[in-house]
C-alpha cells in the first residue's frame, strides 16, 4: 500500500476509535487480544477502564454536593484530554506495526508521519529485532507520560486551572490518582501516585502497575476479571461485587457526551535535553509495599458518604436552591 493511503487508512481508524472513552478502553483490549505481545496494550485499556470510572464518578450524588460544577468540568476535561492525547499518539504505532507483522517488511519509517517521537520510533525498530517485550513495554509508558507533559501538565489551562490549585489536592482524597485492578475473586489490586505532575513519578507508577499485572501472584484473578467483565465506565456496574454509595447506573454516554478536541502543532518531546527517558528505561520494574486495596476502598465510600451527608445537611441549612442537574456542566 502507498504511504499516503497507508497513512489516511490509519489516521481514519485512529479517529474512529477515539471518540471517547469506552471507544478507546475497547480498543486497546481488541488490539492486546490480537497482537499479546505488546502487554502495553492490557495495561492501557485497564488504566482506560479507571478513567471512565473516574469521569462516571464526577456525575455521581456525593461529588455533585462536595465539588462545584467547575471543578467537575476540569477533573472531567483533564482525564477526557489525557487519555485523548495518548491514545491520538499511540494508536497509529500500534497500527504500523500490525501493518509491519501483515507484510512481513518492518515500516517504522513510517511512525514519522504521525508526529511519533524520535525515542520511540527507535524503540519499535529495536523490538522488531530483538523481540524484547518488557523493554517495549517500558518504553510505551516512558513515551505516553512524556507526550502529555508539556501539553497537558505543564499547558497553562490545565496547569493554571487545576495542577496548581489547592482544591486540586481534593483529587487524592477522592481516589482519582488511584489505579484499582478488581479481580475475579472479589478483590481490588492497585496503586496510585502522590506526585502526578512529576513525569518520573508517573512512569514509576506505570512500572508498578505492570508489575502488578504480569509478575504479581493475583495477575491471574485480574487477567480473569478483564476477560469476563463488559466494560460500561459505571464503576458500580463494572465492579458489581462491592458496595457503592450515592451512584447512579445511567448510561456512560447520556452523562457524558463526546468531547470535540483541537491537536495543536505536536512537538518531538524527546528533543527536549531536560528529559531522560534512557534512564527511565534501565530503571528496573518493582512491587508496591502494599497493593490489596479491597479494604481501602471500602473505607474510601465511607468517607465520601459521611462527607457529602455533612455537606448536603449544612447546604440545606444555607440554601433552598434546588439541586443542580447532571447535564448542567456541560
Known sequence: MKAHLLTKRINRITISNNKDNITRTNAYKRFYHTHSEIKWTYLASFVSRNAGWSMSDLMTDSLVVMLTNEWRRRL???????????????????????????TGEPCFDKLRYFHVSAWMIKQWWQFWYDNNQDRLLKALIINEQHVIEKPV??????????FDRP???WQERLHFSIVIFPSSKGELYGTSVKNFTNVKERVILGYKLAWILFESPEREAIRNYFEKQPFTANRSI????????????????????EVLHHDEARKDWSLDKSFQPNLL?????????????????????????VASNLISHVQEHLSNDKKRSFHDIF
Request: aromatic fraction near 18%; include cysteine.
Open 167 to 169: 482544591v486540586y489536592e
Open 281 to 305: 528505561l534501565k530503571m528496573q520494574k518493582q512491587s508496591p509495599e502494599k497493593y490489596c486495596l479491597t479494604s481501602w476502598y471500602g473505607q474510601k465510600q465511607k468517607q465520601i458518604h
Open 76 to 102: 472531567f476535561m483533564t482525564f477526557e484530554r489525557i487519555n485523548w492525547l495518548i491514545f491520538s499518539d499511540v494508536y497509529p504505532q500500534l497500527l504500523i506495526y500490525e501493518w509491519s507483522k501483515k
Open 153 to 162: 501538565i505543564c499547558a497553562p489551562f490545565f496547569k493554571d486551572a487545576l
Open 238 to 257: 463494572d465492579i458489581p461485587q462491592l458496595h457503592h454509595v450515592k451512584v447512579n447506573r445511567f448510561p456512560f454516554r447520556l452523562l457524558c457526551p
